[in-house]
């Protein structure tokens, strides 16, 4: 057990029997009043933020996290089987731990995966921008880059995003994963 005090942004803790992270924490002193802790918390399974007030020595769980770095193998209906660089272990992944960007990542792609205790799997991690191709859009017209206009693209993963109009079928584009916004075309 760890006091309020010894806590800070990105610390995850147990509250109420549920795995959170530390998103705000801010020591108040109003007036002549006892000085407080308004901590802002944001559930790990399930996204929903909570706040609560604690007194300067309550004592809270602090869990121990460990991350390490994961390929990305393949998808086992709904999971991700995972293996660790090092030691070639492979870990099954639960899906609705990478939120949205789960469909904007391919076999290959390396995963930073946290760990309660070494052995429980609670968050995890794409990186920030991927490259993909695009599989499908309609034909793009000359001319069309002055606009912001956008149109519906599938992606080799089976992803629908919105692109530009100048982008084509075939071309290789990079998405912010955590939006699955287009960024840029890119050339190789």
Known sequence: ??????????????????????????????GNLRAFYQVKMRSVRTGK???NRFRPGDAIDQLRVETKEYQYLYQDGDSLVCMDNDTFEQIYLDKVLLGEAVNFIKEGVTLLIAFENGTNPITAEAPAHVVMEVTYTEPGVQGDTATRTLKPATLETGAEIKVPLFVNTGDKIKIK????????????
């Open 177 to 188: 994963t955590s939006t699955g916004e287009y960024v840029e075309r890119v050339k190789e």
């Open 1 to 30: 057990m760890a006091s309020v005090s010894d806590l800070s942004k990105g610390n995850y803790v147990r509250y109420n029997g549920e795995v959170v992270q530390i998103e705000e924490l801010l020591h108040r002193t109003p």
């Open 49 to 51: 933020i909570v706040e």
